[in-house]
């Protein structure tokens, strides 16, 4: 699951979605006697301690790493007797632009006691881009710098921070927290990384030179383990390719840890944390990037139904396949195996290809299968597939998709999208899944927490079901707890609750099967 999710976030606070929270019941197809083999935690284990192990490294989009990987599951899904739909085989083509920053990238603030280099990476990381179809964000910046508190406009909390503020032109720095005093619910939304997308919106249209957040508490800490992935950034390759400033509609976007730079807080801070120019004091910056064309891969097979009149659409199974790479050591390993994150959901869904190749009879539609390539650089590999797929788009009644299942350590898993989506796209594949795990000898519980457009974490919009979801297509996403493992070197296959994860495989295999022989499909 992608960390930081901006240009969803964007998108978010410009479109308005009112959707319905009354969830319908719908009859589960009865089917006919059905010979099955389902999928067991002996297979996942088997499977995942291979995905997720160091001869992978990480399986980071636009490596080698990842090209093994895909050879894996292409391999597999030959061997099990899955069809290839992708442009080459199983292979659909990603075509992508990876960027790293220079050397010549320079930061610095001029003060009344001189010059202050501030290192990027280490104490200031530039984001450059928000993924597709989003604003970019400049290049350069220079200006005043002005603090604006806790980027907060909150009369429940007493706190303008925009009053009387003049921000253009200028560089403005806002502390992604909360003042003393708040209740704990309340700080950590304020803390949380999806509050940065608010404030982001609000200060931008105040036509800064650059925005610099300082993050503290667990947002600082995720910051601090994801910075290697963030310095190696994506973009699709079709995408305009490094326009100058003067077409760059958004500031200069930097992100920091509080602790690390002090010299752009008030002389007063903590004890003084109300917005004002830091007099004296002036922000300069320049991004450089090494830019190279890389070819990723998205994973692509289908089992075709059986129904003459049905067998053109398809139900969808979706996973990301990609993860992190190589991050800081810790505790002498540097792997990021992403045994959860998300090996569970792509070993899951091999897992329920080979039911759906040795069940009889076969669906009456098809089923679709995608393992997706670079979510964790933006969802690049589903927004790719999304626009340019290898069946049509319009032909997919329904997307079901599985990141980081093999966690939830018990009965619950969350579900997100029968709420969050709008227009209430998404009620009817959300009713068909709780029907369905209600008809199980061991039902699950559901927690729909995230399932919640206006949640902080903005969960919805940070996997690969979202890209669908964009194009019309309901959409089920089935999760499990952001865990102290989250996108760490200790995320590995020996974590894993394999007993819950062959439960979850299996609820989305009966949840796919109804979908497909229902009469009336979720779409």
């Not at 997307?399 to 709420?419: H, K, L, Y």
Request: charged content about 20%.
């Amino acid at each position: 699951m992608i960390r930081f999710a901006l240009a969803s976030l964007l998108l978010a606070v410009t479109m308005a979605c009112t959707p319905s929270r009354t969830t319908p019941t719908v009859p589960v197809p009865t089917p006919p006697s059905r010979s099955r083999a389902m999928p067991t935690a002996d297979e996942l284990r088997r499977d995942l301690a291979i995905f997720a192990s160091d001869s992978f490294r990480g399986r980071e989009a636009g490596t080698a790493d990842e090209r093994r990987a895909a050879r894996f599951l292409a391999d597999r899904l030959a061997a099990i007797g899955v069809e290839p739909a992708g442009d080459s085989g199983f292979y659909q083509r990603v075509p992508l632009v990876g960027r790293r920053l220079t050397e010549a990238t320079r930061f610095t603030i001029t003060g009344p006691s001189g010059q202050t280099v501030v290192t990027p990476g280490e104490q200031l990381v530039p984001l450059t881009s928000f993924g597709p179809g989003a604003p970019l964000p400049r290049n350069t910046a220079d200006g005043d710098l002005v603090f604006a508190g806790y980027g907060l406009t909150r009369p429940d909390l007493g706190r303008n921070d925009f009053a009387g503020l003049n921000a253009q032109g200028k560089v403005v720095v806002v502390v992604i927290s909360a003042p003393a005093g708040v209740d704990d619910a309340t700080r950590s939304s304020l803390e949380s990384e999806g509050a940065i997308g608010d404030r982001l919106f609000r200060i931008a249209s105040l036509r800064p030179a650059a925005i610099i957040f300082l993050l503290t508490g667990k947002a600082g800490q995720n910051l601090a383990l994801g910075l290697p992935d963030m310095l190696r950034s994506m973009s699709q390759r079709g995408d305009a390719m490094d326009p100058p400033d003067s077409l760059r509609t958004l500031p200069m976007v930097l992100l920091g840890r509080l602790e690390l730079n002090r010299a752009l807080l008030p002389a007063g801070w903590p004890g003084d944390d109300r917005a004002q120019l830091l007099t004296g004091r002036r922000f300069s910056g320049r991004v450089e990037q090494r830019v190279q064309e890389i070819t990723s891969y998205n994973i692509v097979g289908i089992v075709r139904g059986i129904d003459p009149a049905l067998r053109g659409n398809y139900v969808a199974y979706g996973a990301h396949y990609d993860h992190l790479g190589i991050l800081p050591t810790e505790n002498g390993d540097s792997i990021a195996n992403g045994a959860d994150d998300d090996g569970s959901g792509s070993m899951a869904l091999l897992a329920i290809a080979r039911t759906f190749t040795v069940s009889t009879p076969r669906p009456r539609r098809s089923i679709l299968f995608v393992w997706h390539s670079a979510e964790e650089k933006g969802l690049l590999g589903s927004e790719y597939f999304s626009t340019h797929s290898t069946v049509p788009m319009a032909s997919i009644v329904g997307q079901i998709n599985a990141d980081m299942i093999g966690r939830n350590g018990g009965d619950t898993v969350f579900v997100v999208g029968p709420s969050a989506a709008p227009n209430g796209q998404s009620r009817r594949i959300g009713a068909i899944v709780d029907s369905v795990n209600a008809s199980m000898a061991r039902p699950l519980v559901f927690d729909r927490t995230w399932d919640d457009p206006e949640h902080p974490e903005h969960i919805y919009e940070r996997s690969d079901h979202y890209s669908y979801a964009r194009q019309g297509v309901p959409v089920v996403f089935l999760t499990g707890p952001l865990h102290g493992d989250y996108h760490r070197v200790t995320d590995d296959a020996a974590r894993v609750n394999y007993d819950s994860l062959a439960r979850i495989a299996s609820l989305l295999y009966e949840a796919g099967l109804a979908m497909a022989n229902a009469s009336r499909p979720p779409r």
